[in-house]
């Protein structure tokens, strides 16, 4: 099955500077690629995705990077803000009704 | 709306006792994903249903934990006996309809067991 690793643990950046977020995953029939982002207290939700036949996806500050051949996908978060300390979830599947295989998460803190 | 009504919201009870968790999608969805998260493993997959049917249980712990789906607007997930390890945060998500791959979580329940 999906196998999905994510680094780092932790993040503490500047406010800001940029963040970068990594996540390797295993099954190569794997083709949908959500990134969450889970305030305390409080339910991860959706915050961009990309699709397999597709390198790059950018929404405002954040952006999301595929390398199919590598197996690896980035999420870049430019200018931070504070409010965008958050724990952030990478995520991996191949259909449409399966289950999300999630990485361990990052933990962003975003120091004013 | 892609809502989904979790009930309770906060559990509190003690060890050896029935715990029965409630999803309610507000639109009804055939697809439901019961997810646990806990500080030390993350988001775990416990069980899936499609068409109200469950798929892959293998993330279900142990027997102590059963969950139904009766239909395609209620799922329940039962935890008897509980037991101290069981304390998490109890995610139920459903994939959003029109083609899209995402899955919406509901506001979860926070489970603790003393």
């Known amino acids: 099955g999906e196998n999905v690793e994510q680094h780092p643990s932790t993040l503490s950046v500047q406010e800001g500077d940029s963040a970068v977020i990594k996540c390797t995953y295993s099954d190569s029939a794997s083709n949908y690629f959500p990134w969450y982002k889970q305030e305390l207290g409080k339910r991860p939700q959706l915050i961009i995705d990309?699709?397999?036949?597709?390198g790059e996806k950018k929404d405002q500050r954040i952006a999301v990077t595929l390398n199919k051949t590598a197996k690896h996908f980035s999420l870049h978060i430019t200018e931070t803000q504070p409010e965008d300390s958050a724990v952030y979830f990478c995520a991996a599947i191949n259909s449409g009704n399966t289950p999300l295989v999630f990485g361990k998460g990052t933990r962003l803190s975003v120091i004013a | 709306d892609a809502g989904v009504i979790q009930s309770p919201r906060h559990e509190v009870t003690e060890m050896g006792q029935e715990v029965t968790l409630r999803c309610k999608p507000i639109?009804?969805?055939?697809?439901l994903f019961w997810y646990r998260q806990t500080m030390m493993r993350g988001l775990e997959l416990l069980i899936y249903f499609n068409n109200n049917v469950p798929i892959d249980d293998s993330g279900m712990p142990e027997d102590r934990f059963s969950a139904k789906m009766p239909n395609a607007s209620f799922s329940t997930l039962k935890i008897q006996p509980s037991e101290p390890r069981d304390s998490a945060v109890y995610f139920c998500a459903i994939p959003i309809a029109g083609g899209s791959r995402e899955q919406y979580f509901g506001p979860g329940t926070r489970l603790t067991v003393t």
């Open positions: 990309i699709r397999s036949n597709v």
């Open positions: 639109s009804g969805h055939n697809s």
